[in-house]
């Protein structure tokens, strides 16, 4: 009989204070708690952040790659929205 | 002069007490790396077993530097027998199971969070370095060791029985903690370490709730074994030490 | 090493896969561009990725215990600290694996009931005992050295979850095989006996890594679809030799003897060529006849059962606590 599973949790990290929190992994833990706590033990055992967040894998809600194209491709076109579009001269400086 | 080396012996001896104690039980707790009940909490086990390595490795460079006969930490980790160690007999005491290890690191904790806490202010500025690293470990391991005895003593019947059974076994090495050798007579009234006495209350404060949670029942910590402090151990330390230092002793003088 | 998996015949029923979708797929692959969880594709590319990828957990997993073997006995304060936070990161490997695998739909307590049941393999250097100190040299020096030159191309494999865990692992272990070198160098520089025991450690290790990197290139069965998805890189052989040319100098320079008298360089292809390498010996410890193969597994068996209380516990626990605080939210409405 196989053991009962218990729950995937993904795990992010603040670097540092200033910068947001970042995908660095997963692991498995009964309960939010100890989802936090394993987090920082695995996951921090270099100096790598400051601030831990815990989300069990099975709440996040992600887009389907399927939609991927129709999603993502239409900005694609819209480069009127990069400041790198616009010419400004030269000598008009930093803007 | 004699006042100065009297205090000298006093805080070589007290560093060897910090020092033997989170050597010997980073000794037990490194005999869980690859037999954790989980991936994650092995990795944890031996995070709380490096942060005692890194101690017993700051307190016995001191004890050596305040000695001044040349013994390093590894001379004095590795080269002395079980009557020249200095820790708490709660340390020495067999792995055991998961709550058995669970519930000493809890004790352990619980007792060294706030010595560490009240070292801070020690006159004496290495102790009290030492001590501003320590305790925040201490009070990490406090909280990681209270969480599980709160999951296992509430959480089924067997996990239940195995952790009401750590808790009496263990709960006959406490009383050592709060015991007044001379040696930390003469520093807490020097101002250098903490009165042991004076830790009971917060040692009770921080673990009657935790035990009251995971609906242990509270021992009484009355009575119970002591001597480590002086030298004193029981039968395990010294198998324990046989080997830790086989290999050191095998090449006397040999680097590594 | 981890790669085995690959040499190893997939024995499941052909799928035979939608020619448009796998064709894209491939164009993915030949593209570099990274395949993620939910992507689709092909059947036998999850297969082979779950069966590689978990054999690398399993063999770090595994492998955390003939260096756990000196933990207790390390002959310094300072290389027990290290030793112990290698086999710590051995077991964050692991767990980094078995998270990646598990985005193929294979939960960890099947990967670990695989490992168990002697279905899934581990890397066969693990089978091998750790007899001296000198090991945990040869250990860190050698086996990790040959570990690095797999895993490094790995951080490039197609699939996303697994490259990103090898780029981690890889940050991580830069320091597992400079901790290694520094004890044979120790060792060689040392007493006569200490020089000795770096010289049979090196003895007993050298002929069993090199055959980690598996069979010989013909002998191999995998490679080909492996390297058109990205998931190999180089061969067995190829790596195998960066290993051999890069571990020579290094050898000399701890003024050990490779053990192998065979051992030349050739000028005209600019590698070193070593002696034949008895692949019956593999093929014996792959077959279960390595000195530690039963000990391992059974050591290995013995936490897991050991744990079950324990974890036991913890989901009770966390199911409790999450009925109460449900009780006390409806209370409280």
Not at chain 2, 94 to 109: E, H, I, K, N, S
Not at chain 3, 87 to 102: K, N, R, T, V
Not at chain 3, 140 to 151: E, F, T, Y
């Amino acid at each position: 009989m196989s053991e009962a599973t218990t729950p995937l949790y993904e795990v992010f990290i603040r670097p540092k204070a200033g910068l947001s929190h970042k995908h660095v992994g997963s692991l498995h833990a009964c309960d939010d708690d100890m989802a936090l706590h394993m987090a920082r033990d695995v996951y921090t055992r270099r100096a790598e952040g400051v601030s831990i967040w815990v989300v069990r894998s099975d709440l996040i809600a992600a887009s389907d790659p399927v939609d991927k194209d129709m999603l993502f491709e239409p900005t694609a076109s819209k480069i009127y929205r990069h400041p790198t579009f616009y010419d400004v001269p030269d000598d008009v400086g930093h803007m | 002069m004699d006042v100065v080396a009297a205090i000298e012996d006093d805080l070589f001896a007290y560093a060897l007490m910090l020092g033997d104690s989170a050597l010997v039980l980073s000794h037990r707790l490194s005999e869980w790396s690859g037999f954790g009940p989980t991936l994650e909490e092995d990795i944890a086990l031996s995070n709380m077993a490096l942060d005692l390595i890194g101690q017993a490795r700051l307190c016995l460079d001191y004890a050596g530097k305040v000695e001044g006969r040349g013994r390093d930490e590894d001379a004095l980790a590795y080269l002395r027998d079980d009557n020249d160690y200095r820790n708490l007999l709660i340390c020495e005491q067999p792995r055991g199971d998961f709550a058995v290890t669970m519930v000493r690191q809890l004790f352990y904790a619980g007792f060294m969070q706030p010595c560490f806490a009240s070292l801070m202010a020690s006159r004496d500025s290495t102790l009290a370095a030492i001590a501003a690293k320590a305790e925040k470990e201490m009070a990490y391991h406090l909280r990681h060791a209270g969480e599980w005895v709160i999951r296992l003593g509430d959480g089924t019947a067997e996990s239940h029985t195995r952790t009401q059974r750590a808790l009496d076994e263990m709960a006959i090495y406490v009383a050592e903690f709060f015991t007044v050798s001379a040696v930390e007579r003469r520093l807490a009234d020097a101002g250098i370490a903490p009165d042991p006495l004076a830790l009971r209350a917060p040692f009770e404060n921080s673990i009657t709730p935790i035990l009251k949670e995971a609906t242990l029942i509270v021992p009484s910590f009355a009575g119970g074994q002591y001597g480590g402090k002086n030298g004193r151990h029981g039968e395990h330390l010294s198998r324990l030490l046989g080997e830790m230092q086989v290999l050191h002793r095998a090449h006397p003088g040999a680097t590594w | 090493m981890y790669a085995q998996a690959l040499d190893q015949k997939d024995r499941s029923p052909v799928i035979a896969e939608d020619p448009v979708r796998l064709e894209r797929f491939e164009a993915r692959c030949t593209a570099e561009d990274k395949i993620e969880p939910k992507d689709w594709m092909p059947d036998a590319y999850r297969r082979t990725l779950i069966r590689q990828i978990s054999q690398h957990a399993h063999s770090e997993i595994i492998g955390m215990q003939p260096e756990g073997n000196w933990v207790t006995r390390a002959p310094s304060l300072r290389r027990k600290s290290i030793l112990l936070s290698k086999i710590q990161d051995e077991a964050g490997h692991g767990l980094y694996l078995y998270s990646a695998a598990e985005t193929l739909g294979v939960s960890r307590e099947e990967l670990s009931e695989q490992l168990l049941s002697g279905k899934a393999k581990y890397s066969s250097i693990f089978n091998y005992s750790t007899l001296t100190w000198a090991d945990m040299g040869a250990v860190g020096w050698l086996v990790d050295g040959a570990a690095i030159m797999n895993q490094i191309p790995l951080c490039r494999c197609s699939y996303g979850p697994y490259a990103r865990a090898m780029i981690r692992i890889c940050k991580e272990e830069s320091f597992h095989q400079r901790q290694g070198f520094e004890i044979m160098h120790t060792l060689a520089k040392g007493t006569v006996a200490q020089k000795a025991m770096a010289q049979d450690a090196l003895n007993r290790w050298w002929w069993p890594c090199l055959m980690m990197f598996g069979p010989p290139d013909q002998a191999s069965q995998h490679s080909d679809t492996s390297m058109r998805w990205k998931i190999k890189r180089f061969s067995n052989d190829e790596l195998r030799q960066k290993f051999i040319d890069a571990m020579v100098p290094q050898a000399r320079f701890l003024g050990l003897d490779i053990p192998d008298p065979e051992l030349r360089f050739n000028e005209e292809s600019g590698h070193w060529q070593t002696g034949a390498i008895d692949w019956s010996e593999f093929r014996r410890v792959l077959a279960g006849d390595g000195p530690c193969n039963r000990q391992r597994m059974r050591v290995r068996r013995q936490a897991e059962d050991e744990g079950i209380w324990v974890r036991d516990a913890a989901r009770a626990f966390a199911a409790k606590r999450a009925a109460r605080r449900q009780a006390a939210a409806i209370a409280a409405e």
